[in-house]
T-cell receptor
Framework: DARVTQTPRHKVTEMGQEVTMRCQPILGHNTVFWYRQTMMQGLELLAYFRNRAPLDDSGMPKDRFSAEMPDATLATLKIQPSEPRDSAVYFC????????????????FGNGTRLTVT | EDQVTQSPEALRLQEGESSSLNCSYTVSGLRGLFWYRQDPGKGPEFLFTLYSAGEEKEKERLKATLTKKESFLHITAPKPEDSATYLCAVQFSWGKFQFGAGTQVVVTP
């Protein structure tokens, strides 16, 4: 079974440090989503890409978060500087997207990066 | 405002005791409703997609149905291995997915 791969699985860092999370989407998928999950907020959309182009990053704190897709096999989410309130599980998901309005393929998730900022 | 609401928040069942989970939504331009299962420490795992009112999908002890304003996930004669958090998500016309908060299901032997 093809899977979305996320690294690292766990990350503990101190406040103010830079954190980079990586995601390898399923081969052939052209959309990538980043979600953050906490007990209080559930799954929150941070950003998503189609064909490596960012379509929506309105869910991200722009001053500290950045998301990129250097190539079709790698998506990154970076936090600089990190803060304790960023502690959460960060999920990457990929899927097959068509043109606007025609997309109805499910997303497939990785197992997440559990981030703890002390 | 587009919203996805799941109820109940938590459900405790005896093995064999059937029940239903609800996902209600107020979304313009719905393109699909998705059900996922999430186990502790794992990412959500896709279960079903429903596209239009009246549609039903089944997988083992799970059956998902869809109306114009809500979806139900029916669990028939559940087993302990059905214990998980069940999430629903709706897809907007422009490709974005919004998730509900989930229903945590515990099935005891």
């Amino acid at each position: 079974d093809a899977r979305v791969t996320q690294t690292p699985r766990h990350k503990v860092t101190e406040m103010g440090q830079e954190v980079t999370m990586r995601c390898q989407p399923i081969l052939g998928h052209n959309t990538v989503f980043w979600y953050r999950q906490t007990m209080m907020q559930g799954l929150e959309l941070l950003a998503y890409f189609r064909n490596r182009a960012p379509l929506d990053d309105s869910g991200m704190p722009k001053d500290r978060f950045s998301a990129e897709m250097p190539d079709a096999t790698l998506a990154t989410l970076k936090i600089q500087p990190s803060e304790p309130r960023d502690s959460a599980v960060y999920f990457c998901a990929s899927g097959l997207g068509g043109t606007q309005g025609s997309y109805n393929s499910p997303l497939h998730f990785g197992n997440g990066t559990r981030l703890t900022v002390t | 405002e587009d919203q996805v609401t799941q109820s109940p928040e938590a459900l405790r069942l005896q093995e064999g005791e059937s029940s239903s989970l609800n996902c209600s939504y107020t979304v313009s331009g719905l393109r699909g409703l998705f059900w996922y299962r999430q186990d502790p420490g794992k990412g959500p795992e896709f279960l079903f997609t429903l596209y239009s009112a009246g549609e039903e999908k089944e997988k083992e002890r799970l059956k998902a149905t869809l109306t114009k304003k809500e979806s139900f996930l029916h669990i028939t004669a559940p087993k302990p291995e059905d214990s998980a958090t069940y999430l629903c998500a709706v897809q907007f016309s422009w490709g974005k997915f919004q998730f509900g908060a989930g229903t945590q299901v515990v099935v005891t032997p």
